[in-house]
């Protein structure tokens, strides 16, 4: 497991791209049958990533549980989001099977033992992409589709900033202690997300991009509104953001990401906008 501490603003103002990227960005999340975990000290939150090819993948596969989280299993404290971003497959908690296909979700609960990830094609497999946060309480396991999700269209073709929120893991949509997920689809044309910009002091995020074209990048932007720096991503890579960071994208292209939330509170409207003009 790969173990991220926190970041303050004011050293991150003399941090190399090199050290940006190493403190803040995560490649290589999906490896064959393997499980690729991060764990930030940012409210604790992990990323986990799974490709299952040839096998039945658990959870906690090459993870010393005890050393890592101080528990019998991943998600005694702890829930966890899943999105697929591949192929079709089937997760398996506590002997409950359900099938994802592309872009959809489960929410699994906190006290669930085993987790295991499995492709329907090994030729076309299925591709895992989740974060966790720890967990007061039990609530409901959960599939949600892509069909099943809150929609919600903004922006403008003009501003190249038209898309479509979709509300998975949502206050709106279903009860979690902490954890908030979502995918935003940027239409053809369009290639800024969350601008004008904002921070919250109470919550973290993490982005997820992918759909990136070939050839294709996004320039993800953080920092303080007044000492920004940028990131530049590539397809199915993720970034943690600190809630002192603003946290947003300019793609070469259209593109899709997937951002997850936790910390002190879910209200989606608590949050300290920026003006662009007032960004440095």
């Known amino acids: ?15 190399t791209t090199e050290e940006v990227r190493q403190e803040f960005l995560m490649e290589n999340l999906f490896r064959a049958d393997m499980v690729t975990a991060v764990y930030s000290h940012v409210d604790r939150m992990v990323t986990f990533g799974c490709m299952p090819v040839k096998e039945e993948v658990p959870l906690d596969k090459g993870i010393d549980v005890w050393h890592n989280f101080g528990t019998k299993f991943i998600l005694e404290r702890r829930e966890i989001g899943i999105f697929n971003v591949g192929g079709a497959g089937t997760i398996t908690a506590d002997g409950v ?15 669930t033992k085993q ?7 090994g030729d ?7 974060v966790s946060a720890p967990a007061h309480k039990a609530c409901q396991t959960k599939l949600l589709t892509i069909k099943d999700a ?14 479509t929120i979709n509300q998975f893991i949502h206050p709106d949509v279903l009860e979690t202690c902490q954890l908030s997920m979502g995918m935003t689809s940027l239409e053809p044309g369009s290639v800024w997300n969350t ?11 993490i982005y997820f991009y992918f759909e990136i074209p070939e050839n294709e990048v996004v320039f993800h932007m953080m920092g303080e509104p007044q000492e920004t720096r940028h990131v530049v991503m590539q397809n199915e890579q993720a970034i ?6 603003i946290h947003a994208g300019c793609g070469t292209a259209n593109y899709t990401f997937i951002w997850a939330m936790g910390g002190e509170n879910k209200a989606f409207d608590d949050m300290d ?8």
């Open 195 to 205: 601008m004008p910009a904002h921070t919250h002091e109470r919550r973290m995020e």
């Open 240 to 245: 943690i953001s600190p809630s002192w960071s």
């Open 115 to 121: 987790v295991t990830f499995k492709s329907q094609d």
């Open 97 to 111: 099977a359900y099938e994802l296909g592309y872009k959809d979700c489960l929410y699994i609960t906190m006290g």
């Open 150 to 163: 809150n929609k919600v269209p903004c922006g403008d073709a003009k501003t190249s900033n038209k898309r």
């Open 124 to 130: 076309r497999p299925a591709k895992f992409y989740m």
């Open 273 to 280: 906008h920026i003006k662009n003009t007032e960004l440095r």
């Open 1 to 15: 497991m790969d173990i991220r501490y926190s970041a303050n603003q004011r050293d991150f103002k003399r941090y």
